[in-house]
């Protein structure tokens, strides 16, 4: 049995694929192992995932010390003396730091978990990297840095960014990527110690059902720039008047909900549903026809996974993330640019239009990949991988595990 300990800024109903992970590794995990999850209280309350939580021991923390006990340092100092590893999430490489000097401190083994996108495979490349962290800005924030630093003070800005990365990785003892990309840039930067284990899901929690009437095309994420809402109006130009009966249907939230809500009101073809969530989420994607994503960068991107569980195909860019799962013309399909992304949703419409066969074996194959991408494969992988970090052996033992091979944490896929 490990004690581990899982480390993410943010409450755990603040939302996104991280707190996702953290419930459904969390519990299953917990079976077999002491599980703490410490969180702050930062971040807004938007969905439950407390309430899911079943077999983790769940500590919330500010981040300053409260009139009633100790703050998010305490907890943490707490927590990491008694971990055989402790677990964090790679969003800003200060937090990184901070992260992994306390767990060196308290002596307990720091894994830094790569949830983010990372890599060299990213649509239009429009991130840069900061050996090895990603720092993504809104359009809004891109301007106002234009505005207010020099080209100069930008560099510093970065070149302060890598040291803090520099020094937060030489203090990591493990790295868990998501994806082959982000494997790939990771050992680039001679990083010791990197095991790629994918994203699971929880397939029987997902059902195919009947497609609705009418051709639909849906997506549901964050409505944000580097999930590329901005391209939306572009792709229903695009297939403005070639296909009068499909309809692009949008379910999400974020800084371009604005954009989304008027496209909307100037084209019947397409709706914007706002957010969606628990059984009305898995009803809107078994219901759907084809999945799509313009997203620039991901490290795995779950809601495609979730559209496959419900025996729906996905169309997305050629990216790391859904690279992992997205086989072209087997269960979607993968794309190099606006023009093939626009012409695919076409050749699906006709697909299903005319009563071709190989749509619902595309349908069919979406759900077999789902299966493979199960927690019961993915959470092994996670537990020896875990279990390979926290290795209580001497650094230089001469009898110290060998670093398990790549097949040993490679989820099975149909092919």
Known sequence: ???????SF?????????????????????????IDILTSTRGPEMLEARSRLNGPNLVEAPLLRGPRGSGFVGASVKLFSEADVTYGFVQDPSVWLYEATLASFCRTRFVAG?????????????????????????????????????RQSSELVKQFRRIVASAAQRLTYGNHALNSGSL??????????VVKVPYG??????????????????????????????????????????????????AGYGELSGLVSNLANANPELE???????????????????????????????????????????????IDGPREYVKDGYNGYLCGNLDDFAQRILSVW???????????????????TAEAFDWSNIVPQL?????????????????????????????????
């Open 1 to 7: 049995m490990l004690k581990i300990v899982f480390v």
């Open 10 to 34: 943010y409450n755990l109903n603040s939302g996104g694929g991280i707190n996702e992970w953290l419930v459904e590794v969390g519990n299953r995990l917990s079976k077999r192992n002491d």
């Open 114 to 150: 790569w949830h983010n996108h990372l890599g060299t495979h990213t649509f239009y490349q429009k991130y840069p990297i900061y050996n090895g962290v990603w720092r993504q800005s809104s359009q809004r924030n891109s301007l106002f840095l234009k505005k207010q630093f020099s």
């Open 184 to 193: 790939e840039a990771l050992r680039a930067q001679e990083t010791k110690r």
């Open 201 to 250: 899901i929880d397939s029987q929690a997902y059902r195919v059902s009947d497609k609705q009437e009418r051709f639909t095309a849906t997506f549901l994420g964050r409505l944000t720039y580097q999930k590329g809402i901005d391209l939306l109006p572009r792709l229903v130009s695009k297939l403005a008047g070639k296909a009068p009966d499909i309809r692009l249907q949008i």
């Open 272 to 318: 914007y549903v706002g957010p969606v969530s628990g059984q009305k989420k898995r009803r809107f994607l078994s219901g759907s026809h084809v999945y799509f994503s313009l997203s620039r960068g991901e490290a795995f991107m779950l809601t495609g996974l979730e559209a496959m569980a419900s025996g729906t195909p996905v169309i997305t860019f050629d």
């Open 350 to 368: 006709k697909m299903w239009k005319h009563g071709d066969e190989s749509y619902w074996q595309i349908c069919k194959n979406a759900r077999l």
């Open 383 to 415: 537990e020896k991988m875990l279990h390979y970090f926290a290795d209580t052996m001497p650094p230089n033992h001469e009898h110290r595990c060998a670093e398990p091979s790549e097949t040993l944490f490679r989820a099975q896929s149909h092919s």
